[in-house]
């Protein structure tokens, strides 16, 4: 099983300033799922990108899968304290034999008012 | 309203005790799944089921049991539970492997 690989691990920011989080992996995925888990539940979907080069735009948050289909980033634009989380990625990867997705260990996000 | 349950929530038992946790949704979705969640580790499946009767090891099943007898349900159960199962479980319900993820809010295992 191919591993992706989130990063950063951690970030704190302050209310405002804009972000970039990273999902990569050496592997191909057929598409790349966004989640986001609030403390205390359960990661809910954000995006699915499917398209090599896809950009999605969902309000201030933009996702983008590279050309490769290896990778995607997540970009938040004045960061909210509503924003704080933990954002996984998660894909099928074609390399993969188990019927599962793969998921990233996650980028624990705090946004200080 | 759409949705996974997890029973209980919070669980504090002690070695050897035998457990379950239930799992139920509402979507009539044919793939079901149990993951585990600890700090640096990420979201780990332990078991998952195609279908009805359908069910296979995921990445860390050493010391879990599943059932499917009805779309609906998919319990995890613990025969004997050890200080290294303590964790937090999700489980999840899909139209296929590969589809949106539904996740339950969790259940929050200690094992003494």
């Known amino acids: 099983t191919q591993l992706l690989e989130q990063s950063p691990q951690f970030l704190s920011i302050q209310e405002g300033e804009n972000l970039t989080v990273y999902c990569n992996s050496s592997?191909?995925?057929?598409?790349l799922q966004w989640y986001r888990q609030e403390p205390g539940e359960g990661p809910v979907l954000l995006v699915t990108?499917?398209?090599?080069?896809e950009v999605k735009k969902l309000k201030r948050l933009t996702f983008q899968f590279g050309d490769a289909r290896k990778d995607s980033s997540l970009h938040i634009t004045a960061a909210q304290p509503g924003d704080t989380g933990l954002y996984l990625c998660?894909?099928?990867?074609?390399?993969?034999?188990?019927?599962?997705?793969?998921f990233g260990k996650g980028t624990l996000l705090t946004v200080n008012p | 309203e759409a949705q996974v349950t997890q029973n209980p929530r919070y669980l504090i038992t002690v070695t050897g005790k035998k457990l379950t946790v239930t799992c139920s949704q509402n979507?009539?979705?044919?793939?079901m799944s149990w993951y585990r969640q600890d700090p640096g580790l990420g979201l780990r499946q332990i078991y998952y089921?195609?279908?009805?009767?359908?069910?296979d090891k995921g990445d860390v099943p050493e010391g879990y049991k599943v059932s499917r007898k009805e779309k609906r349900n998919f319990p995890l159960i613990l025969e004997s539970p050890s200080p290294n199962q303590t964790s937090l479980y999700f489980c999840a319900s899909s139209l296929g492997p590969y589809n949106e993820q539904f996740f339950g809010p969790g259940t929050r295992l200690t094992v003494l």
């Open positions: 998660a894909g099928q990867d074609l390399g993969g034999s188990n019927y599962k997705l793969t």
């Open positions: 979507m009539n979705h044919e793939y």
């Open positions: 592997s191909v995925f057929s598409s």
């Open positions: 089921s195609m279908n009805v009767e359908v069910t």
């Open positions: 990108v499917v398209t090599g080069g």
